[in-house]
């Protein structure tokens, strides 16, 4: 038995079979295609026939040993394979685009996998799951590397250096228990999926991503920062008990509405970056969505997403909230995010950098694909926009006369365009001394108090030899929040907070005092923090018996 | 050319393997068979287009086919959607 340490960033308990993940997936995307197109386009030709060559041994082995409608399953795929309209989208990647085959491929199956995770329904959602099989199928044999295809069918614990979003979204699976990463980031997108997943998941563990560890039994505690390898007999069956335990008491949310004295109401929003995510905002009776992270659709791609594409994630998102708002933060992309598409040089220093806002007004043909989008998909419930990083009124001028075209645009077109209002998210020093003017245009302020902690304390908050300092209860930050929250109630337009510190109890009833009534966190934080409102503080079914 | 209509009785609507097996019957024939839904209209032969209509149960779909092989095709299209959709 190996025994070792990491950091949890998802709490809980799992085991299961290692399976190793190397990430030479992602790593290959970025390497120049230097052959002609002719040759790639042969080479995508060969490696489909190899895959389809694959897909009939499997259909062959199901069918003997599952049986006739298992391996229909490995014939409905090698169709996909074979299909015109993917063959399409991988010969226009080749040719126009001067993509490489193992480029083309994984681009190609992004492309039709968005369409059918655009759908309203589950069955359908599910389909991306299929090209994302085929496309890594490809990409294996393109690759050269004889490696599993599929996720396990048997409980499995994902152990990689790093991990995309993407990659963990198509290993994906019932079986899937926890994610052990060597490197990994507690800021990082990965850590907000895995914790909306609800797998738990260790980061900086000291165990190395190496091959020779697959399918050694692993055990895992997060709340403890531990794992084990090769666990003994008593150790594993007190994990598995106590994972079984674990799911029967989780009691479910409580769904009860919270008020102060004054009978104000508190609101609770939730904080996602994926339309997968809306099931877990429902099930922890969120008020609304106070943060959607509109990256999720251009991450780790060679070419933008479309606006039917866009306008499909809205609308689903729109539709799913049955009315209740949601908030569409606009693109906030920079040099540290894996987005291809923008082709963006590398920084020294990417938090400073062309991103979010500034990087969205530079290129506004991909911001208006995005601004149209979402006026569509604001016909189908209450969404509204929220701009980041600002540092100027002007930013937030050419936003909304940006959308007074896009929104013109459309309504020539003959659509329905209802009124979209436009927030400020107040997440950068300038922003704050300057809240009094913004608050005379935005409609709304939301507070980003992860970022605003890192620029108000010259803290990089991804530096592991300074998260001691990262305190986003720093007082320095808390006179920003007061002042935000005074330029919000002189122009009588709300204000809600939505980094770190809204799901932080140990300061909830403080930004209560200073007059915050919305908060807005990842839905794993919703039942502790309900919790504390209903024990500690502001618990009532009426606001006629409040304390 | 002939056109006809069909509602889907499936409770799981086209899920991928009844399409597979839609798609096979159709690329059997020479005619062209096309798939109309709402505003969408697609090739039935190929697949992912096929999938991409996110056909439910009660989506009324129509059918058009031409071609020197229509009839043959019609009959079998027809029955197979009774049968299995």
């Not at chain 1, 970025?30 to 060559?53: H, I």
Request: net charge negative; charged share 25%.
């Amino acid at each position: 038995m190996y025994t070792g340490k990491g950091f949890g960033i998802v709490e809980g308990k799992a085991t299961g079979k290692v399976l190793v993940i190397s990430s030479c997936v992602s790593a290959n995307i970025v390497v120049e295609n230097t052959n002609s197109p002719s040759f790639e386009l042969e080479r995508f030709y060969k490696a489909r026939s190899e895959a389809g060559v694959q897909l009939q041994n499997l259909q062959e082995q199901s069918a003997s040993s599952l049986g006739k409608d298992q391996a229909a399953i490995f014939e409905a795929q090698t169709m996909m394979l074979m299909d015109e309209d993917f063959e399409e989208v991988v010969r226009e990647l080749i040719i126009k685009k001067d993509l490489s085959a193992i480029q083309a491929v994984k681009a190609g199956g992004e492309k039709i996998a968005a369409i059918f995770l655009g759908m309203e329904n589950e069955q359908m959602r599910s389909k991306a799951a299929d090209i994302f099989d085929l496309s890594r199928r490809l990409h294996t044999i393109l690759s050269g590397q004889p490696a599993s295809v599929f996720p396990p069918e048997e409980p499995f614990i994902l152990l990689a250096k790093d991990l995309s979003p993407g990659e963990l979204m198509q290993w994906r699976s019932p079986q899937l228990q926890g994610i052990v990463l060597s490197g990994g980031s507690a800021h990082s997108h990965l850590a907000i999926l895995a914790a909306a997943m609800k797998l738990p998941c260790l980061i900086s563990a000291d165990i190395e991503s190496d091959k020779t560890y697959e399918n050694k039994i692993l055990a895992m505690d997060a709340s403890a920062g531990m794992f084990y390898l090769d666990p003994d007999k008593a150790l594993l069956n007190r994990f598995i008990q106590e994972i079984k335990r674990e799911k029967i008491k989780k009691p479910a949310t409580d769904n009860r509405p919270f008020y102060l004295k004054t009978g104000e109401e508190i609101e609770i929003l939730a904080n996602i970056g994926s339309p997968e995510e809306l099931d877990s905002v429902l099930e922890h009776h969120c008020q609304g969505i106070g943060l959607f992270r509109s990256e999720f659709a251009y991450l780790g791609r060679l070419d933008f997403p479309s606006e039917e594409e866009l306008f499909q994630v809205y609308r689903r998102l729109a539709l799913g909230m049955q009315g209740r708002k949601v908030v569409i933060r606009t693109l906030d992309i920079g040099a540290d995010k894996d987005a291809p598409c923008f082709g963006l040089a590398r920084e020294e220093n990417p938090a400073l950098g062309n991103r979010g806002i500034r990087l969205c007004l530079q290129r506004q043909d991909v911001f208006r694909t995005q601004l149209r989008a979402i006026c569509r998909a604001a016909a189908f419930g209450n969404l509204m926009l929220m701009v980041p990083m600002l540092i100027s009124l002007d930013e937030l001028l050419q936003v909304k006369g940006l959308l007074l075209e896009v929104q013109e645009e459309l309504r020539q077109e003959g659509l329905e365009i209802p009124e979209l209002p436009v927030g400020a998210m107040i997440e950068t020093p300038a922003a704050v001394m300057l809240s009094e003017a913004l608050a005379k245009e935005a409609a709304f302020f939301s507070i980003g108090s992860n970022d605003l902690t890192q620029y108000t304390l010259a803290v990089d908050r991804q530096n592991p030899a300074l998260a001691a300092l990262y305190r986003q209860s720093h007082p320095a930050v808390f006179r920003m929040l007061g002042e935000v929250m005074r330029a919000a109630k002189a122009a009588q337009i709300p204000c809600s907070i939505c980094g770190e510190l809204a799901h932080d109890i140990a300061h909830t009833r403080e930004l209560a005092d200073m007059g915050f009534r919305s908060f807005s966190m990842a839905p794993v934080f919703v039942p502790a923090f309900k919790k504390y409102l209903s024990e500690q503080y502001l618990q009532s079914a009426s606001p006629n018996d409040t304390i | 050319m002939i056109q006809f209509e069909y509602t889907i009785t499936d409770p799981l609507g086209i899920h991928a393997r009844p399409a597979a097996e839609l798609v096979k019957t159709a690329t059997a024939y020479r005619s062209s068979i096309s798939i109309q839904y709402r505003e969408k209209e697609i090739s039935a032969k190929k697949m992912i287009a096929l999938m991409s209509l996110g056909l439910k149960q009660s989506d009324k779909i129509k059918l058009s086919i031409q071609g020197e092989d229509e009839i043959e095709a019609a009959k079998e299209l027809k029955h197979f959607l009774q049968e299995k959709l």
